[in-house]
């Protein structure tokens, strides 16, 4: 049994396969509509992993062919001031979806920010109504949250089936946690959220077919916690301090990726799993909001 090896999900492969259909039907859509989708990416002071992310965010648009509106604020940028500009977005035909990089900065409010987002607009899927009719049965939301929709589309396109399966989700964060365990729902799963206050979380999961682990705690989920042959999609990115490299620090996930190996039937590596497809579903996001708005 000791030589069993995971199938390892390689989720920047399947990025690029989305990004190219996403950069196909950009293609199509400039030559039959003379249009092209707009993603307006805003960030709020200079935080090193915001900068890092919005960089990557508006690099991968380029890429696809999607046109992306830069707006940097600085650090004191009012709440009011940041309201007039997301609303100056909104009325913007151009642009069709727009990100607003979190965290922001102590004295804006982040849920009135979101909520000021056109619904048409909002491609990270926060808006309340669209994480409403998300929960909803028979409902669909105009946008689901990147992260989450990325882990459902890595389970589809390896061919882990999710009807009827008992998924396990660690972490209920608005961002991660609580839409990717109402996405495994509407998916005909039956789910179990494990969060800070759950009693004997190991004996949950290890009843899992499919595994999400999104507690933000570095390798907390072992190997004798996996259930054999069970999916394991690991969206933590932790940084631990690792002197052999010349950051000083490594990344790992939420789940001890070695010991998961040898029992897990798949698995997503980090980095290298569910990041690239976050940025995808971003992408894809503002396909679809231009989609609609052009048709």
């Known amino acids: 049994m000791s030589d069993h090896k995971a199938s390892i999900i390689d989720g920047k492969a399947i990025a690029q396969t989305i990004r190219s259909e996403i950069a196909a039907e950009v293609r199509r859509l400039s030559q039959t509509h003379g249009k092209v989708p707009g993603l307006a990416v805003v960030i709020v002071g200079k935080r090193k992993d915001s900068q890092s992310y919005v960089t990557m965010k508006r690099k991968a648009c380029a890429e696809v062919g ?27 035909p151009d642009v069709h979806g727009i990100l607003v990089q979190l965290p922001l900065p102590k004295h804006i409010n982040e849920e009135k920010i979101l909520t000021e987002i056109s619904l048409d607009k909002d491609v990270d899927g926060f808006h309340p109504l669209n994480i409403g009719k998300l929960a909803m049965k028979g409902r669909d939301p105009l946008f689901v949250p990147c992260t ?7 389970l589809s396109r390896s061919g882990i089936s999710i009807k009827g399966k008992n998924a396990v989700v660690v972490g ?24 800070s206050r759950t009693k004997e979380p190991e004996s949950i999961i290890r009843q899992a077919d499919i595994i999400i682990a999104a507690a933000g705690q570095a390798m907390m989920i072992k190997g004798s916690w996996i259930k054999p042959g069970a999916a394991v999609i690991d969206v933590g990115t932790n940084a631990v301090d690792d002197s052999s490299k010349k950051s ?18 798949w698995i997503t590596p980090v980095p290298g799993g569910v990041g690239p497809m976050t940025v995808a ?12 708005m052009i048709h």
């Open 66 to 92: 999607i046109k992306s509106f830069d707006l940097d604020l600085p650090e004191e940028v009012s709440e009011s001031e940041l309201i007039c500009k997301v609303h100056e977005l909104n009325a913007n």
């Open 148 to 154: 989450p929709k990325g882990c459902i589309e890595l």
């Open 172 to 195: 209920r964060s608005n961002i991660v946690g609580l839409p990717v365990s109402l996405l495994l729902l509407k998916e005909d799963a039956t789910v179990t959220v494990v969060h």
């Open 248 to 265: 000083g620090y490594r990344l790992v996930g939420d789940v001890d990726f070695h010991e998961a190996c040898k029992v897990a039937g």
């Open 281 to 292: 579903m971003l992408l894809k996001n503002t396909l679809d909001g231009a989609k609609r």
